[in-house]
């Protein structure tokens, strides 16, 4: 896997986590840690 696609996956994780953080709903019912 290339460094840059992987630091692209986990800035997008990151993203994702704050955005549901943010909204107060988590999908699925699952939290991350």
Known sequence: ???KA???WIVNS???SA???NTGATPGGRSHV
């Open 14 to 16: 990151d993203l994702l």
């Open 19 to 21: 955005i549901h953080d």
């Open 1 to 3: 896997m290339r460094r």
């Open 6 to 8: 992987r630091e692209r």
